[in-house]
């Protein structure tokens, strides 16, 4: 492993943890974040969360949980070639979905729009209020007590109101600066991880076409290119072969135009990075593709009828739990009761958040129907 670059995150220049604790042995500060997230019962909540498909329409569709592994995987490659903090890297990115809602964005854009008038629900606060908060597993504090860089690389947006309230860690955003490098790289891994992933999961789910796929430039070239070499690949090596290489393409074009600005900007320290514009780019041809292809996503898989049946559902899902919780937080379990004597819709968005998606549907289903217990 190359020694990480002077504006990598490294044991010299981290902020480290709210609460003082003694050094880890046999493994960094960065590894010890990564081992309590995966430790964490968030963690092992995200095999039941949606990434497009609910989870009991397939078991062979991305979840939370696969998404985030992928993203961590793009991300270290990444980092290692550019001299980053791989281990940070690692940390961010599986804990980046740590407070999304069951249900994908559907659950997420409900609970906001309950919680509109109680401050507003955003994914990445919620994954933050996880890790400083919600998670009770220490005897010497609440969350994780993960160190500074792991928690701002996790807050990767933040409206301004919220981040004048956080402290340090809502710092950038108020002085409209940029994270470290390795926030910035995790971020742009999730982009190559869930794009991808989800043209493969919607072809899989038979909601997209080679046909359709074919009109979309970056696809459309390599698929020509492995038919071209494989002239008889049947059609779902053909998928696998194509997605692995737009995946390639995106990972490549990202590391040697992410260097080209760093030997261009010549950050020396972190403080550089954070006063600098965005280091960790994709080139502007391939940004174009990238953006086609999500918009073809949004048109074609995201707002399909299938897909949006389902999203149609999980909203009133959400949307009722959370307004029978709110008129009755003693319909949450016991360990609910006490905060929701103090912050009830807030307690209510925390337990709704942290459901999987096939416990949300129970719960629904033992709140009305008649025939539930």
Do not use: W
């Not at 908060?133 to 005897?139: G, I, K, N, S």
């Not at 900007?265 to 965005?278: F, G, T, W």
């Not at 807030?346 to 942290?354: E, F, L, Q, S």
């Amino acid at each position: 492993m190359p020694d990480p670059a002077p504006y990598a995150i490294g044991p010299r220049n981290t902020r480290g943890r709210a609460q003082r604790e003694a050094p880890p042995v046999g493994r960094s500060e960065f590894q010890r974040d990564r081992d309590r997230i995966i430790h964490s019962t968030a963690f092992r909540r995200l095999e039941y969360k949606t990434q497009v498909f609910v989870n009991h329409e397939g078991d062979l569709f991305r979840t939370r949980l696969t998404h985030s592994l992928e993203v961590a995987q793009i991300a270290r490659s990444v980092a290692r070639n550019l001299r980053l903090n791989e281990d940070l890297v690692e940390a961010i990115s599986l804990a980046h979905d740590l407070g999304h809602t069951p249900f994908g964005h559907a659950g997420q854009d409900a609970l906001h729009a309950c919680m509109k008038t109680h401050g507003g629900f955003e994914h990445n606060l919620q994954s933050l209020r996880v890790v400083d908060l919600l998670e009770q597993r220490y005897a010497a504090f609440d969350g994780l007590n993960l160190c500074f860089e792991t928690r701002e690389g996790i807050l990767k947006h933040c409206a301004l109101k919220n981040a004048r309230l956080l402290g340090d860690v809502g710092e950038r955003f108020v002085k409209r600066q940029r994270p470290s490098l390795e926030a910035q790289l995790a971020n742009l891994a999730d982009e190559i991880a869930y794009n991808n992933h989800d043209v493969d999961d919607g072809l899989r789910s038979g909601l997209l076409t080679l046909e359709q796929l074919s009109r979309v430039r970056i696809f459309a070239r390599h698929m020509q290119t492995v038919r071209r070499e494989h002239p008889k690949i049947d059609a779902r090596r053909l998928v696998h072969e194509t997605v692995r290489r737009m995946i390639s393409t995106l990972v490549v074009d990202l590391t040697s135009q992410s260097a080209k600005h760093i030997k261009a900007q010549a950050p020396r320290s972190i403080a550089d990075v954070r006063a600098a514009p965005a280091l960790i780019t994709f080139s502007a041809a391939i940004k174009r593709e990238q953006l086609e292809l999500k918009r073809f996503l949004r048109v074609n898989l995201y707002q399909h009828h299938q897909v949006a049946r389902m999203t149609n559902k999980a909203r009133r899902i959400v949307r009722d739990l959370f307004q029978a919780f709110l008129n009755e937080p003693q319909l949450m379990p016991p360990q609910y009761h006490a905060p929701a004597s103090t912050d009830t819709a807030r307690t209510v968005a925390d337990y709704i958040a942290g459901m999987t998606d096939r416990y949300a549907i129970r719960e629904y289903r033992r709140l009305f129907a008649v025939d539930e217990i």
